[in-house]
């Protein structure tokens, strides 16, 4: 059965910048929205991460004694992707983040705080935000698709995965999709492409981040690059598309450990008791082309009581140990038995670099192997989410942001800094919304 839809805007993915780009333009009761959804049974990726917010500038920085800026915060996001090309996209999802931090906080009344404890490689000052129980990215989306769910002028719906784009004369004027038995032709006056990247398409990788090997994928399966398709007909660019969110933190149950233990004095291990590695001289997702090098692409963590008083006030490592990962040896030698390796070497390599604190045992430990989390090359778009052809035109009636955009590490999966998926997914959701609710680019609704 064919069903025939009009609003005025319709957003493909319910996900961090779908859900965001859909709240924002709904925020004007005349704005007609439609958001649709290929499934709840796995949900996005927003909802399984971490849900760390990176935002520099924000009243929780301020209140703990953090200076921070947007500009500040796009000056490290630069230093560590040497991505110049895309400084204006970085500098604009930048400065909306204490925005839409604040905005969470105050006005949808989400408990934030500033991570003080959350310290990551290239992050100048602590700007990471997330819940005070660190209870993940799953609480914070439930909350959001909440006060969408809501609303009165927004339609949402589940289990209705979009199949393509609805073009007239070069301009998209809507979706199709289906639900159920039923084929949905959508049409809207803006179409927001929010699905975003491929890392659960194995071609996919394999055409584009064939270096990565066989990762572990720790993101949702409907990350499929299903917008891939549906822009290359009409002539959009790709960048960076060999760019990955990785992990080089995953632990051989699929769970990660808190990427704040380098900072802590964790220390790290191959099967060959080498220390390979200043722990603190790569981020996470630069860390796993580390990890891959390795003797079976594995390495162990190692850090003691100390670090782990830290370090375990955070979902990654209530379920690394709920899932059997993490480990425990009372001293050098238990450890060595446990891992099979001469004490006197391991000894050695656990000793303190220059400047670093020495771990005192008893100690933790866990196996880690590397992991691809999501994709970061994808459409490029300009500040507001117009998505750009080849020849530097936009495609009129079309807005992309999050993971299915050209995400903010650069060419290279090194360059990516932690909070920046989330911020390319609200932050561009920030954007394309309010302008939206502002009425740009909205076409004479047809359905009034
Ligand atoms: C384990 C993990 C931890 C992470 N931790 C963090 C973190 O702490 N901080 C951070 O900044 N980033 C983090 N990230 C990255 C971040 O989650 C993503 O970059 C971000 O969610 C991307 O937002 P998005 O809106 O593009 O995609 P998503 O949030 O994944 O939403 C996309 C939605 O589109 C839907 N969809 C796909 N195809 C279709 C279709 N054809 N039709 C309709 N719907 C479709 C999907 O089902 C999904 O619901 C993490 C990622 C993972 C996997």
């Not at 698709?145 to 209705?160: C, G, H, I, S, T």
């Amino acid at each position: 059965m064919r069903e025939d839809i009009e609003v005025d805007v319709v957003v493909a993915g319910a996900g961090a910048c779908g859900v965001m780009a859909a709240l924002r333009a709904s925020e004007n009761p005349d704005v007609v929205v439609a958001v649709l959804e290929k499934s709840m049974t796995e949900g996005c990726n927003a909802g399984v991460s971490s849900g760390s917010l990176a935002a520099g500038g924000t009243r929780f920085q301020a209140a703990a004694g953090i200076e921070d800026s947007a500009q500040r915060h796009t000056a490290d996001i630069l230093a560590n992707s040497g991505d110049e090309r895309h400084r204006d996209l970085v500098t604009a999802l930048c400065t909306v983040a204490p925005d839409y931090v604040h905005w969470i906080a105050d006005d949808l009344g989400y408990p934030m705080q500033v991570g003080v404890d959350m310290a990551r490689k290239g992050m100048s000052v602590p700007r990471l935000h997330a819940d005070p129980a660190r209870a993940g990215g799953g609480p914070l989306m439930t909350h959001l698709r909440k006060f969408l769910a809501d609303r009165p002028n927004v339609a949402l719906l589940d289990e209705a995965p979009v199949t393509g784009l609805r073009v007239e004369d070069g301009t998209v004027v809507g979706v199709t999709a289906s639900q159920g038995s039923h084929d949905l032709v959508v049409q809207a006056g803006v179409t927001v492409v929010a699905t975003d990247g491929f890392a659960g398409n194995r071609a996919l990788m394999q055409e584009h981040c064939a270096e990565l090997g066989d990762p572990f994928h720790g993101g949702v399966s409907t990350a499929t690059g299903d917008s891939i398709g549906w822009l290359s007909p009409l002539g959009a660019e790709f960048r960076n598309m060999s760019a990955c969110l990785r992990h080089g933190q995953v632990t051989l149950r699929g769970t990660r450990v808190n990427p704040a233990l380098p900072w802590l004095g964790a220390v790290l291990v191959n099967r060959r008791g080498e220390r390979f590695v200043d722990e603190q001289a790569h981020g996470y997702s630069g860390l796993a082309g580390v990890i891959q090098a390795q003797p079976d692409e594995r390495a162990v963590m190692i850090w003691d009581a100390e670090a782990q008083q830290t370090a375990r006030h955070s979902e990654m490592m209530r379920e690394s140990e709920q899932a059997g990962a993490l480990l425990e040896a009372p001293d050098v030698a238990g450890l060595a038995e446990a891992l099979r390796l001469d004490p006197l070497a391991l000894a050695l390599a656990l000793k303190p670099l220059p400047g670093r604190r020495a771990l005192v045992g008893p100690f933790h430990y866990a196996w880690l192997t590397h992991g691809v989390l999501t994709t970061q090359g994808g459409a490029a778009i300009d500040t507001t989410g117009r998505v750009l052809r080849t020849d530097g035109t936009t495609i009129p009636g079309l807005r992309a942001g999050g993971g299915a955009a050209v995400g903010l590490a650069g060419t290279h999966s090194a360059g990516y800094s932690s909070g920046n998926g989330l911020l390319s997914a609200f932050g561009m959701g920030w954007i394309v919304g309010d302008e939206i609710a502002a009425g740009v680019d909205l076409r004479v609704p047809t359905h009034r």
